[in-house]
């Protein structure tokens, strides 16, 4: 293997620093004067006037009815399956090759994943096999979904569209309004990806983004909701803000409320980086072209491109090697010289949290965590 040439590339790429890390926040628009507007004004916390700005400019880039902002994208998430009526003892189904918000997520109501297998030239929930898993586990009473194996309702399904790349939504949604099942859209890296003209986390009941540090656009910590359908969208900004009656002394509350409300400040810092945004998808577009082309001359690794009829945010780019021996054996070397790369995340069913739950196998889902390495994807623009 090739690994000396690879970090050379890596190095050239990122203009030849001694260590090049993984994904790193730019900021390079106004930041800083949105910033020291609300020092100046001392709207610093959950009330101000970027917050709305930063929801209205969401809404309207991604094409939704209406987005409301949250403190972290497993908030937004949390929030998003209480919202499509997920319950206690409740089954969602969802994939293992995730982060653990999507299942921490879920944990949070007391509801239990069912893990799915990916699809090859998405890494996202497939749904051939979500269609076969319920084809064969699954009955319709009172037109709900019930797994016939636990007894438990089968109410959602959250796909992940990893790293960016979207996963086949037209059929999912096909295979989810057949069982009565809601989509809520994992979108959490994925804000700046299209599926087929249409932004990721608008095709179902609710989509969740993330502004994480490392993101493609950052709030510092953040995260928000998308919704289509604007009357859903309110009660959420209503839920997420303690549920508190608008009145002007009084302090009244009509339902048990979250304290999920993002500062002014996070968001000023959301507008600043989302007037940005083509411009990051842009560089980071060109960053993963010039990997592919790179990649076709080393045999044994495969760089991983977006799939048909989507535009993906390559928020993290990812190789993949011919085996689990090569993965490590890349794995410590570019990272003993100077170059920042990890693996896939442990899968979720190998957590002692998860272990026990039910799964299809997940043949494609451990081939990828066999193989793939995520390799240094921060947008490349002084």
């Not at 239990?112 to 979500?130: E, K, N, Q, W, Y």
């Not at 304290?259 to 990051?280: H, S, V």
């Amino acid at each position: 293997m090739e690994y000396k040439k690879i970090t050379d590339f890596i190095h050239s790429l990122y203009g030849g620093d001694d260590f090049i890390p993984l994904a790193v926040p730019v900021f390079i628009g106004n930041e800083k004067k949105y910033l020291n507007e609300c020092i100046d004004t001392t709207f610093v916390s959950s009330v101000g006037k970027f917050v709305d700005r930063f929801e209205e400019d969401t809404a309207k880039y991604t094409g939704c009815k209406r987005a409301v902002v949250c403190v972290s994208g497993t908030n937004a998430l949390h929030m998003s399956l209480m919202l499509a009526g997920v319950e206690r003892d409740d089954e969602v189904l969802t994939q293992a090759l995730t982060f653990i918000a999507t299942c921490n997520a879920l944990s949070y109501i007391g509801a239990h994943p069912v893990f799915i297998d990916v699809d090859r030239d998405t890494m996202g929930l497939s749904p051939v096999a979500v269609r076969e898993w319920l084809a064969k586990n699954s009955e319709q009473r009172n037109g709900e979904c019930y797994n016939k194996n636990t007894g438990r309702r089968v109410k959602a399904c959250v796909p992940m569209h990893t790293f960016g790349h979207p996963v086949h939504l037209d059929e999912l949604v096909e295979v989810l309004n057949e069982y009565n099942i809601e989509l809520v859209e994992d979108a959490a890296e994925s804000i700046g990806s299209l599926y087929k003209g249409k932004h990721t986390g608008t095709f179902g009941k609710v989509g969740a983004l993330s502004f994480n540090g490392n993101k493609t656009i950052t709030t510092g910590g953040g995260g928000m909701m998308l919704f289509n359908d604007e009357e859903l969208g309110a009660f959420a900004k209503h839920l997420t803000t303690q549920a508190k009656i608008p009145h002007r002394w009084e302090f009244r509350h009509d339902h048990i409320g979250y304290n999920y409300r993002m500062p002014n400040i996070n968001a000023a810092l959301g507008c600043a980086q989302l007037e940005q945004i083509e411009r990051y998808v842009a560089s980071k577009r060109e960053t993963a072209k010039a990997y592919e082309e790179f990649f076709k001359e080393i045999p044994d690794v495969t760089f991983f491109v977006e799939p048909k009829n989507t535009r993906s945010n390559y928020w993290l780019n990812a190789v993949i090697m011919k085996d689990k021996q090569t993965q490590l054996s890349f794995l410590q070397y570019t990272n003993d010289n100077g170059i920042m790369t990890r693996p896939i995340w442990e899968l979720m069913n190998r957590l002692p949290m998860f272990e026990n739950c039910e799964n299809d196998g997940l043949t494609n889902t451990i081939w990828f965590a066999d193989r793939v390495v995520n390799i240094p994807s921060s947008v490349r623009i002084k």
